[in-house]
């Protein structure tokens, strides 16, 4: 059953925005079993070689898979872990890791019949987006029918994995690494060595091996990076309030970084806390109820007011500016383990070399704190495979991957400085910039097409 028609497609209805160019006429809709056997090549020789067999890097080559100009070729994954993801039950605990799935994106998996897959699994839907600060009790609402989904990595990865088995066209080779890639001098096809002896040529190679890429490395391009200085820490949380509010994310942005729920249904929340790094490690030093005490207090301690922006409140209640703490869940228990990871930023200045390509946190890094990471990513997928299907015959044409590489850092770079921007400007307490923000958070609570533009880029 597809997502899109179905009974949530009516529920959707046409609020969603029409399918972009990258995925609705050149990506085959999946039919299993359905591609051509690829035709014969030397053993080790491929077509395509992904490097990088996580969530990002098995769609990629599912979605290359599937390109009406590539069904006849040969793409192999090279995946460093040993296994296939893990098959599912109903049953099992969350994963601590989860993707805030936009709509758009969950349209393009739908085109390559991962979201049924999703969709016999788990997911959730929520339609509310609430956001407020520790300086003030201003607050932000953000309202659509669906927002997004919130999926877990695990589940995203077994749907990609069970879809890639019915194709002919896709080769694994798990529990391997990259020793060494030869750069083409002559524009010829890429050879690459791997740990287990065996030598590979591919006439394109991307890379989607995560935020400290070797294929990055190889094309030796400038990066601009830095650490923030801040873990996110991760763990299921189950609350009192039932299912009041499992069709709302909560976010609160603090001074040592915003804290965040995403609703996973029958009372349950995954939270991404960013939080400086000594603030991390004392929170891991805490006993679970200890925990959850810290959490219900950093969601619902009311803002302790300066006599300035006691008055800047008053003020804005006169002018019919909404201010008001929001209802948020009462945490009562932690459900499973705690974890976390470091947070940080980078962007590659080149996303393209002679039969090379980067996609996903090998191109670019950000802040967890919209969800956007990985959403970025299915975009890069989503505009490689359009200018591939575009090029010439030649898989790893310079020109196609040059555009690739022109709209991609052209629609990612607003975003990533965004997302950098927003991380800074609610990690100080000065008392002008909170004056500043609280207003202009005030302001476009009140501002219904404003608020609109924020959704329609939320979704897509």
Known sequence: ????????SRLIGRRLMPPSAAHCHRVQPYRPN???????????????????????????????????????????????????????SPSQPFNLRVINLTVGNAKFLDTLGVWDRIRRMRYHTYDKIVCWERHSSQTIEFEESPMGFIVENEVLERGVWEVSEGLHNIDTLRGVQVEEIVYPKDNSVVTLQLNTGQTL??????????????VRRVMDTPMIRWEYQQQGVVCVLESADGPRFDNVAF?????????????????????????????SSDLASLSDEEFVSRVNNALQRQPTLSSTMATVETLASQLGLESRAPDTPR??????????????????SRLAGPRMVLVGDAAQRVHPLAGQGANIGFRDIQRLCREVGRGSEDIGDVAALNRYE???????????????????????????VVLARNLGLGLVNQMDFLKKIFVSNARS
Not at 1 to 8: D, E, W
């Open 251 to 279: 976010q609160r942005f603090l001074s040592t970084g915003p804290i965040a729920l995403l609703p996973l249904g029958q009372g349950l929340f995954s939270l991404v806390w960013s939080c400086r790094d000594t603030l």
């Open 331 to 348: 945490i009562t228990g932690i459900v499973g383990k705690r974890g976390s990871y470091p947070l940080g930023f980078h962007v590659a």
């Open 201 to 214: 040529t591919a006439d394109l190679i991307v890379g989607a091996d995560g935020q400290n890429s070797y």
């Open 406 to 432: 022109t709209y991609t850092q052209r629609h990612n770079a607003p975003m990533l400085a965004f997302l950098d921007g927003m991380n800074k400007l609610y990690s100080t307490s000065t008392e002008p």
């Open 1 to 8: 059953m597809s997502l899109f028609g179905g009974p949530l």
């Open 34 to 88: 359905s591609a051509p056997s690829a035709p014969p090549l030397a053993r080790d020789r491929y077509d395509v070689v992904v490097v990088g067999g996580g969530m990002l890097g098995s769609t990629a080559a599912l979605a290359l898979a599937l390109e009406e100009k590539l069904e006849r070729k040969r793409i192999l994954v090279l995946d460093q872990t040993p296994g296939p993801p893990s098959s599912f």
